[in-house]
């Protein structure tokens, strides 16, 4: 039997020959943008598979043609995250913005209907009210508290459900940590799917908060994941990346798509994110550790009204049990309320030292940011209510320094409140 290597094990090995680079232990940066082809012959067989005029042999590799379509680095680098996901195939692009509109546009078209949990991210929450609308797809909001029933009714009502074509699901929400059921999701598509008609409503969801280390969505149903690698995947607040996994048939469509809007990562980032593979799980959980800590902390804290984090919902809640059955771990961000508001929060953000004052997350360094006045100041104010983005809210991404210097540092900044 042979044996079957963890992903964290293949991460700095998988998918490299180093024969066909000099030996080299790392993988290069492939800094090209094109690729010779041995004879004419070649070049047309490559171009007929990349181009989907016919299936790929066996045994055939697609050759590399030009860096837009394909490169080493960013080859090597879709093989080794599909292996967190157990995923078919993935695709780089160059933000997470770009996976995420790129998802978007290729599984909706106009007329069609999108539902999506909300809270969700500032820039796809745009992109939904904005550009999404003015091509004319509809959409409707869901909030954690809202059952199958009621999601069904929402999608009833709408008049539109044989026009029902994604189901969008960001969970953990970013910044209030509400968690959405995935399974639940993929039910709710599956009512609407028909065989006969070759009809498929899609489940996708932003994994950006806990995967790919402490969730799976694949495995609970959904059809494509979806990735900011900017935040922990990058991990090092130096590249802007994002990244979508699904089927071979699903990405085959990604990847075309990705092909023609040109929104590829460069070799250079893909390079930086192979090493930051290397060392992503070991970053993930002294993070993880970290965060356990500074919850702990805040939940015992005077000043602090309430502690958004998975380690804190109560057993016995329903949302316990979902956190049981989609993760693994609780995570490395943290929110809370602050006593007080928009006042007491500067004041607190203002004051801290270690912690930088800074969107983003999911880096080595803890970050802090206001969502009210930051990454949520474009939401309605008074969906912000509803969502529980509050002027007391306060987000904390939590990153590998010494617990007890993170925990000093918010101590000293609370103390000002
Ligand atoms: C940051 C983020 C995005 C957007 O990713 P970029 O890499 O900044 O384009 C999408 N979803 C979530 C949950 C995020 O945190």
Redesign the pocket.
């Known amino acids: 039997m042979p044996h079957k290597y963890h992903p964290e094990s293949l991460m700095m090995t998988h998918g490299y020959k180093p024969e066909l680079s000099e030996g080299a232990v790392k993988t290069p940066i492939f800094q090209t943008s094109t690729f010779v082809f041995q004879t004419a012959e070649e070049g047309k067989a490559f171009f007929e598979v990349a181009y989907g005029l016919r299936e790929k042999g066996q045994d055939e590799n697609l050759g590399l043609i030009y860096s837009r379509i394909n490169n080493p680095n960013l080859e090597i680098l879709e093989d080794r995250l599909c292996l967190w996901d157990q995923a078919d195939d993935c695709a780089v692009f160059e933000?997470?913005?770009?996976a995420?509109s790129s998802v978007l546009l290729e599984f909706l078209k106009p007329g069609d209907l999108l539902i999506y949990s909300a809270p969700t991210?500032g820039?796809?929450d745009h992109f939904i009210h904005d550009l999404l609308k003015k091509i004319g797809v509809h959409s409707i909001a869901f909030r954690p508290e809202h059952t199958k029933a009621d999601i069904l009714k929402m999608i009833e009502d709408s008049g539109l459900a044989d026009r029902l074509a994604l189901i969008y699901v960001?969970t953990p929400a970013?910044p209030t940590n509400d968690l959405f059921d995935i399974t639940l999701c993929a039910e709710i598509a599956q009512q609407y799917n028909d065989q006969s008609s070759g009809r498929k409503v899609f489940v996708a969801v932003?994994n950006?908060?806990m995967g790919p280390i402490w969730s799976q969505p694949l495995q609970l149903g959904a059809d494509i994941v979806m990735y900011?690698?900017?935040?922990y995947i990058g991990g090092h607040s130096d590249l802007?990346?994002?990244a979508v996994l699904g089927d071979a048939e699903v990405m085959q469509r990604v990847k075309t798509l990705r092909t023609f809007l040109g929104n590829m990562v460069s070799p250079h980032t893909a390079w930086l994110m192979l090493r930051s593979l290397e060392t992503l799980k070991i970053r993930m959980e002294a993070q993880m550790n970290n965060a356990i800590k500074v919850a702990d902390y805040l939940q015992e804290h005077p000043k602090v009204e309430k502690v958004h984090y998975l380690g804190c919902i109560s057993e016995g809640t329903k949302a316990y049990e979902l956190y049981k059955k989609q993760y693994s771990s609780p995570g490395a961000m943290v929110s809370f309320d602050i006593k007080g508001g928009e006042k007491e929060a500067f004041k607190f953000l203002n004051q801290l030292k270690l912690m930088k004052l800074a969107v983003?997350?999911g880096s080595t360094e803890s970050l802090a940011q206001h969502p009210a006045s930051m990454t949520h100041i474009g939401i309605a104010e008074e969906e912000k209510i509803e969502f529980g983005i509050l002027p007391s809210l306060v987000r904390l991404s939590i990153g590998v320094e010494n617990a007890e210097d993170i925990i000093w540092d918010i101590e000293q900044a609370l103390e000002v409140v």
């Open positions: 933000s997470g913005m770009s995420i991210y820039g796809t960001e970013n932003d950006t908060y900011s690698a900017t935040k802007i990346a994002g983003s997350l």
